[in-house]
């Protein structure tokens, strides 16, 4: 068995919950600050998710509700909570399939990077079922940039905990060691 086999055996479901938390925060967090200075740099402070949970909670057509511009404090709280739970089951997900990744993967940062598209494309899926008409008003640029934020943001937090050697050598390779 090597080291690394052994390291990601010993973690305990106290760690798993620990890294869960983290991705869920560090992923969701990275996208809502993202849309936040967007909506702020467009003057419309808060607009996507009030926009989306016009859309997922009071069935509103997106292209209306983005000529209106009007911001509604209640979508926004239950687009916020929906926001949460998405990204807390999207945190246990990625930070059970990166306990698997380092048992079974020779190769675990092509695992990682597999996994995150299917991470992005699996939540572009979920826009269009979901919210129809939101992606065209977001702009799929942005939804890509936000999703790579989350991603990257989710994966230098697993390198850290699951390869602090790596993480060294990538410090000591940008000077900030």
């Not at 973690?11 to 869920?24: G, K, P």
Request: with cysteine.
């Amino acid at each position: 068995m090597s080291n690394l086999e052994t390291k990601a055996r010993e973690r305990s479901t106290a760690d798993l919950l620990y890294e869960s938390i983290y991705c869920a925060a560090i992923g969701g967090s990275a996208i809502a600050l993202f849309f936040l200075v967007v909506d702020a740099w467009n003057g419309r402070l808060l607009f996507t998710p009030s926009l989306m949970g016009g859309v997922l909670f009071a069935g509103a057509d997106a292209a209306a509700l983005d000529a209106a511009s009007e911001v509604n404090v209640q979508w926004v709280a239950w687009m916020t909570a929906v926001h949460l739970a998405a990204f807390g089951v999207i945190g246990t997900g990625v930070t059970l399939l990166a306990h698997e990744i380092e048992l079974h993967v020779r190769r675990p940062f092509i695992a990682f990077f597999v996994l995150f598209v299917v991470v992005a494309e699996s939540s572009i899926i979920a826009g269009y079922t979901f919210l129809p008409g939101v992606m065209e008003v977001m702009g799929w640029g942005k939804v890509l940039v936000a999703n790579m934020l989350a991603a990257a943001g989710i994966t230098a937090f697993l390198s850290h905990s699951h390869s602090p050697e790596i993480w060294q050598q990538l410090k000591e390779t940008a000077h900030l060691a």
